[in-house]
Nanobody
């Protein structure tokens, strides 16, 4: 059974830090590109960060560059999102996504709420 389980969300104040985790099971984690997406109320879902199979390549949404860091531990089947200097506009539901190397399969987690107060 495939599962992506996010954790680490919560309520924080602007300027603080938060680390999200997404633990995967039921598939070969190292064969999947891992990403974090977010969706704020009334807005479309957007890609926040992506990391390659081995972790050697990453991509970020412009508005989070320099503040967020995506990483993965293939031995633990887990992807992380370190969020520093958070802003109220980072408030959203953050979801984990796994996409197979040939784009034929993808999985989604249920998401974790991040709320940043000013």
């Amino acid at each position: 059974q495939v599962q992506l389980v996010e954790s680490g969300g919560g309520l924080v104040q602007a300027g603080e830090s938060l680390r999200l985790s997404c633990e995967a099971s039921g598939f070969t984690f190292s064969d999947y590109v891992m990403s974090w997406y977010r969706q704020a109320p009334g807005k479309e879902r957007e890609l926040v960060a992506r990391i390659s199979f081995s972790g050697g390549s990453t991509n970020y949404l412009d508005s989070v560059k320099g503040r967020f860091t995506i990483s993965r531990d293939n031995a633990k089947n887990t992807v992380y999102l370190q969020m520093n200097s958070v802003k109220p506009e980072d408030t959203a539901v953050y979801s984990c996504n796994a996409r197979y190397r040939d784009d034929t399969i993808q999985y989604w987690g249920r998401g974790t709420q991040v709320t940043v107060s000013s």
